[in-house]
T-cell receptor, first 112, second 110 residues
């Protein structure tokens, strides 16, 4: 079983749609969680951190369910510019060192 | 911006030759990482460094070595390149906000 699992997609949605991605992780001791965005042939970039209480940044909402070991990302009012691959990332944190484990990503395609 | 640059950006090399990739950062970050990214596998950790001359192996370290003689530079060496090492290589630093990645090196071994 992979440490971090995501549906690879692609998710094809029209502009303005709401889309949600889920991700599951296997290490119950994982400490922190993130969503990264990666555009084609570019480096991953941090989209947002994920907190137990849930957090929102504009059109993006991230939630964490520790009991079920899954993380979600909700994108409202999708824009063409949201087309990218979204990486679910888990930090198997050790003292003074971050060991990030990456999912393989979920591809999102937003069409006009 | 963490000021991370990778060089070269693209490289084609022959099987059996040694190859060195360079990662340079300008903000004195302690932790640096080398990842490779392949279709279906996502990003996988090759080696990491927690200080000058302090390095350790990641999950896919076979065939790779690293060196960090200065805080700002983290070098990844393929001792004898193989076709299975054709990949995109990313360097990263970590800080309170997470990871910041370099732009990547696209390596092709023929």
């Amino acid at each position: 079983r992979k440490e971090v699992e995501q549906d690879p997609g692609p998710f094809n949605v029209p502009e303005g749609a709401t889309v949600a991605f889920n991700c599951t992780y296997s290490n119950s001791a994982s400490q922190s969680f993130f969503w990264y965005r990666q555009d084609c042939r570019k480096e991953p970039k941090l989209l947002m951190s994920v907190y137990s209480s849930g957090n929102e940044d504009g059109r993006f909402t991230a939630q964490l369910n520790r009991a079920s070991q899954y993380i979600s990302l909700l994108i409202r009012d999708s824009k063409l510019s949201d087309s990218a691959t979204y990486l679910c990332v888990v930090n198997e944190e050790r003292t003074g060192f971050q060991k990030l484990v990456f999912g393989t990503g979920t591809r999102l395609l937003v069409s006009p | 911006d963490a000021g991370i640059t990778q060089s070269p950006r693209h490289k084609v090399t022959e099987t059996g030759t040694p190859v060195t990739l360079r990662c340079h950062q300008t903000e004195n970050h302690r932790y640096m990482y080398w990842y490779r990214q392949d279709p279906g596998h996502g990003l996988r950790l090759i080696h990491y460094s927690y200080g000058v001359k302090d390095t350790d192996k990641g999950e896919v370290s076979d065939g790779y070595s690293v060196s960090r003689s200065k805080t700002e530079d983290f070098l990844l060496t393929l001792e004898s390149a193989t076709s299975s090492q054709t990949s995109v290589y990313f360097c990263a630093i970590s800080n309170y906000y997470g990871y910041t990645f370099g732009s990547g090196t696209r390596l092709t071994v023929v």
